[in-house]
């Protein structure tokens, strides 16, 4: 189910974070997990903030490790591919990639509306086995006594109720 | 710098900077020192110019002018990228050229005139742009 499967995820961006992993020269691109040690510094994709305080990959493989060592040597002798990867080393997404919108208020919005119907029945149930008849008060015969004595007193002659009843005529002004 | 409220004064302009040194009535209502814009660049390019520069200045700078209502001077990112490459850090280095692009929001002169004015150092130093390397598009 969508909600299980978002559930997840959330628990795992919460709880976990990708730190390293040595499964080769594209690592940034495993989704490996490992438990976060919250005492150093984390890595985060941030528009605000372009260069991040650790690098994405932080245990290093031995052709990672090469390739930091001619990330040393000149820039020109860099091939693209080696550029790329080294760039991955340092941030896992790209700008492109951060701004890139999600699905997830679909599950957000999911959830209120399955909430929201829950709520539904919840009060079809209660209307169904909590609350009783509508008291006596409100049957016709009741509202007309009522509502005659309250004209014999008088209720609030000036600007209320008897204000708009003619005595005189006896029928409504 | 390119600001960007003179931006939205002049639009239509490829060039911002030549409309920065119309003259300005000046007012006094204010004792308090304003820093002009080259001294603002000034400072900025000694900064990334200290040749002790380490890893943690040099993100800590970038991170706050990029934090600016701003899209930094093509000479003070020239002063940024030979930073990075006195640190070694290529990857910082094609990371700045995508947070200016980013910085130029909808104005798209911007970044080719910076990039015009970044060719020389970024074929000397060896730095791909992000369309060179293809992470400009997802």
């Given at each position: 189910m969508l909600s299980s499967r978002a559930l997840v995820r959330g628990l795992q961006s919460g709880f976990w974070r990708?730190?390293?992993?040595?499964?080769?020269?594209?690592?940034?691109?495993?989704h490996d997990v490992d438990v976060t040690d919250c005492s150093v510094p984390q890595y985060n994709n941030r528009l605000d903030t372009?260069?991040?305080?650790?690098?994405?990959?932080?245990?290093?493989?031995a052709e990672q490790k090469k390739l930091k060592e001619k990330e040393?040597?000149?820039?020109?002798?860099?091939s693209k591919e080696e550029k790329l990867a080294i760039y991955r080393l340092t941030h896992e997404l790209s700008f492109p990639e951060m701004r890139k919108g999600s699905k997830e208020w679909m599950t957000v919005l999911a959830g209120v509306f399955f909430f929201l119907g829950f709520t539904g029945l919840l009060v079809w149930w209660q209307r169904v086995f909590v609350y009783g008849d509508?008291?006596?008060?409100?049957s016709q015969e009741w509202i007309e006594k009522q509502t005659q004595r309250m004209l014999d007193m008088k209720v609030n002659p000036i600007t209320g109720f008897?204000?708009?009843?003619d005595y005189e005529k006896k029928q409504w002004k | 710098m390119i600001s960007a409220a003179v931006l939205r004064g002049f639009?239509?302009?490829?060039?911002?900077?030549?409309?920065?040194t119309a003259p300005l009535a000046v007012r006094c209502y204010s004792h308090a020192k304003v820093e002009t814009d080259e001294e603002f660049d000034s400072r900025w390019v000694t900064y990334f110019s200290?040749?002790?520069?380490?890893a943690w200045e040099l993100r800590k700078g970038m991170n706050t002018l990029i934090g600016y209502d701003l899209v930094p001077e093509p000479k003070i990112l020239d002063s940024a990228l030979r930073a990075c490459r006195r640190l070694n850090d290529l990857a910082s280095a094609i990371r700045i050229l995508e947070a200016v692009k980013d910085k130029s929001?909808?104005?798209?002169?911007?970044y080719p005139y910076v990039i015009q004015e970044l060719k020389p150092t970024l074929q000397e130093l060896g730095i791909s742009t992000p369309e060179e390397l293809g992470i400009d598009k997802i």
């Amino acid at each position: 189910m969508l909600s299980s499967r978002a559930l997840v995820r959330g628990l795992q961006s919460g709880f976990w974070r990708r730190l390293s992993t040595s499964s080769g020269i594209w690592a940034a691109h495993t989704h490996d997990v490992d438990v976060t040690d919250c005492s150093v510094p984390q890595y985060n994709n941030r528009l605000d903030t372009p260069l991040p305080d650790v690098p994405f990959v932080r245990n290093l493989s031995a052709e990672q490790k090469k390739l930091k060592e001619k990330e040393k040597g000149p820039w020109t002798q860099l091939s693209k591919e080696e550029k790329l990867a080294i760039y991955r080393l340092t941030h896992e997404l790209s700008f492109p990639e951060m701004r890139k919108g999600s699905k997830e208020w679909m599950t957000v919005l999911a959830g209120v509306f399955f909430f929201l119907g829950f709520t539904g029945l919840l009060v079809w149930w209660q209307r169904v086995f909590v609350y009783g008849d509508v008291p006596h008060t409100l049957s016709q015969e009741w509202i007309e006594k009522q509502t005659q004595r309250m004209l014999d007193m008088k209720v609030n002659p000036i600007t209320g109720f008897a204000h708009k009843w003619d005595y005189e005529k006896k029928q409504w002004k | 710098m390119i600001s960007a409220a003179v931006l939205r004064g002049f639009l239509g302009l490829s060039r911002t900077r030549a409309a920065q040194t119309a003259p300005l009535a000046v007012r006094c209502y204010s004792h308090a020192k304003v820093e002009t814009d080259e001294e603002f660049d000034s400072r900025w390019v000694t900064y990334f110019s200290k040749p002790d520069l380490d890893a943690w200045e040099l993100r800590k700078g970038m991170n706050t002018l990029i934090g600016y209502d701003l899209v930094p001077e093509p000479k003070i990112l020239d002063s940024a990228l030979r930073a990075c490459r006195r640190l070694n850090d290529l990857a910082s280095a094609i990371r700045i050229l995508e947070a200016v692009k980013d910085k130029s929001g909808p104005h798209k002169e911007i970044y080719p005139y910076v990039i015009q004015e970044l060719k020389p150092t970024l074929q000397e130093l060896g730095i791909s742009t992000p369309e060179e390397l293809g992470i400009d598009k997802i």
